[in-house]
């Protein structure tokens, strides 16, 4: 009488453990494998699982530097394993952003209880790295509410306060053009052209979303093939950002919004539209508490618009 309610049992753990899915924002820090004391990188990896595939953003702190990349990559349902090559991460002597790359494979293994989820493994270095990068031991937690992070990056705002620009990232201080970086900035004559343009062109919001702090993080990746696509970036109607390649490296803006206004207004302006139209890319909003994706399409006719409302 007992076994069809144990074969009930067995059938529901298989049903259990063939939905397990990789999908969510995984936070967590990686440690070079390396004897003594050495920085650990804080890391986080927001990906979505479509079958056997896995697409998402990894991102990563360290010292006083932020970087993310758009990142593909494979999972095996049996071994619950995730593969993900050719990510950038870079070396754990540096000092600064001009410092080496280690190209890294990352290898995680999937772990659900009902405490929590964790994906725990390495970014192994390829072999002809092997005497100059240090594997990274990494153990990630599955954040179960987006809005009240419980992680090792819920003090990111913290973090952020320590940050310095890029050469390649954008701070805008107000609604004007000014920018603490010139790289990417338009001068005064390429904005009137570029205002002029951008105009011409109707304005599709695409989404609207809430915000609960005054400034956020915007990140803008090609979320496709690498085909050329370069962006100009409005904010309220006016250019922050011009003619910026679409690559798997974040452009990432740091933004404080105009509290005057109800609704700040982020819209993307295709310079062209690469090798395979229209002009995509993939918008990342966060503001220190949670975060959110639009996928955005422009073209020669039209810009995609994001409306931001503080809470």
Known sequence: MKKPAVLVIIQLCILIANGQTVTG???GRADPVLDGTYNNYLTELIIKQKGNEVEGVFGYYFKNMYKSFFVRGKYDKVSRQVSIKNIPVIHFRAVNSDGIDCPMEFQGTLVVSKVKSSLTGYFYRPEKYRYTCPDLRVSYTLDNNESNQDSILQNTIATLKIWHPLPEDVVVNNTTSSSNSNYGSPT?????????????????????????ADSVRISFFDNGDIDGDSISVFMNDQPILSRRELDVRGLNMYVKLDTTK??????????????????TALMVIFDGEKRMEVYLSSSLTQNASVRIRRR
Request: aromatic share 10%.
């Open 262 to 279: 109800d609704v700040n207004e982020i819209s993307m302006f295709a310079e062209n539209l690469g090798k395979y139209p229209p002009n």
């Open 188 to 212: 005064v004559i390429e904005e009137s052209k570029l205002l002029e343009k951008f105009k011409a062109r109707k304005n599709i919001v695409q989404q609207e979303i809430v915000v609960n």
């Open 25 to 27: 924002s995984w936070y």
